[in-house]
């Protein structure tokens, strides 16, 4: 029985990580949009979470500023500096180079 249980326990952990974690955040006008969840990159003591649109024909990421609010809640704050943008998104390359295909 232990080991039945075990193996449940196994597929159920396959199944979440064969699915991406979908998170909905509002844009400046209110709007919902909902992305898929991709990493967290962290770079020079911050945190940045790196998303995708949940929509066959999303073809960019976007990566945001975590902002820990409290231990439970936190916000995501948009990066008007490029340089910074591209560090990011050289690391997140980096670390899937293989994975992902990136143009």
Known sequence: ME???????EILM??????APLITLED???????FEFLDIVEYEGEEYIVL???NEDADEVVILKINPIDDETEEYLSIEDEELLDKLFD????????????E
């Open 3 to 9: 080991r039945k249980e075990h193996m449940a326990d």
């Open 14 to 19: 396959e199944e979440m990580e064969n699915e």
């Open 28 to 34: 400046e006008e209110g709007n919902e949009m909902e």
């Open 52 to 54: 995708i649109e949940n």
């Open 91 to 102: 690391i997140f390359k980096k670390k899937y180079e293989g994975d992902i295909k990136f």
